[in-house]
C-alpha cells in the first residue's frame, strides 16, 4: 500500500507538471517552458526513484537516473536555480549519488534483484527498459535542442518522442498490472496530443 501510495504521488507531480504546462500552452497558444514544468518535474523524479527502488523496477530507476540533472539544467538556464536555497540544492545534487551507491554497492545482488526476478521476465524488463529510453531520450532531445538555442524549450520533436515512449509504457505496465504508471501515461498522452496540435497551429500562424 505505501508503495502504491509513492507511485501515486510520484506521478501526481508529473501530472501536474503536465497539466501546468498544457493549460499554460493552450492560454498563451503556444507550446511554453514554464519554470513550473521543471520544479515539478525533479520533484517527481525523487519521489519516483524510490517508487522504483521499492518496485525493485530498473526501467524506471533508469529513466528518473538519465533525467534528473536535465531538470536541474533547465531550472538553471531559467534562473530558477538560484532561487532555491543552497542546502536544498545540494542535498538534490548528493541524491541521486547517494541513492545509486546503494544500488551497487553489491554488484550482484543488484543483478540478482533486478534482472532475476521469478514474476518478471528478462524480455518484458527490456520491453520496458526500452519505453523509459524512448521516454527519457526525449528530455535528452529537449536539452541538446535548448543548449543550441541558448534557452529552454519544448520542441516539437519532445512531443513526438513522448507519444511513442508513452505508448510502449502503457503496454509495459498493462503486463505488469501497474495502475501508477497506466494511469500516469494515459492522462500524459492527452497533453502531448494536445501539444502537437498547438504546435501545428503556431507554426501555421508564423508562416502566414
Not at 541524491?95 to 543483478?111: E, Q, R
Request: aromatic share 22%; charged share 10%; net charge positive.
Amino acid at each position: 500500500m505505501m508503495t502504491f501510495l509513492i507511485g501515486l504521488i510520484g506521478q501526481g507531480f508529473f501530472f501536474a507538471r503536465t497539466l501546468v504546462q498544457w493549460l499554460l500552452s493552450e492560454h498563451y497558444k503556444k507550446v511554453l517552458s514554464p519554470s513550473i514544468f521543471w520544479i515539478f518535474s525533479l520533484t517527481g523524479s525523487c519521489v519516483f526513484f524510490f517508487y522504483g527502488w521499492l518496485r525493485n523496477d530498473f526501467s524506471i530507476i533508469l529513466g528518473q537516473s538519465i533525467t534528473y540533472f536535465i531538470y536541474i539544467w533547465n531550472l538553471k538556464i531559467k534562473g530558477s536555480w538560484e532561487k532555491i536555497p543552497f542546502w536544498l540544492r545540494t542535498v538534490l545534487y548528493l541524491l541521486p549519488a547517494v541513492l545509486i551507491g546503494y544500488f551497487f554497492h553489491d554488484v550482484n545482488h543488484f543483478a540478482m534483484t533486478f534482472f532475476s526476478q521469478k514474476d518478471i521476465p528478462l524480455w518484458l524488463i527490456l520491453f520496458g527498459s526500452l519505453g523509459q529510453i524512448i521516454f527519457t531520450l526525449r528530455f535528452v532531445y529537449q536539452w541538446y535542442y535548448s543548449y543550441h538555442k541558448h534557452y529552454s524549450i519544448l520542441p516539437a520533436e519532445f512531443w513526438y518522442i513522448s507519444l511513442l515512449g508513452s505508448f510502449i509504457i502503457i503496454v509495459y505496465a498493462i503486463i505488469r498490472h501497474d495502475l501508477v504508471l497506466m494511469l500516469g501515461q494515459s492522462v500524459g498522452l492527452v497533453a502531448y496530443i494536445r501539444n502537437v496540435m498547438i504546435g501545428w497551429k503556431e507554426l501555421k500562424k508564423d508562416q502566414q
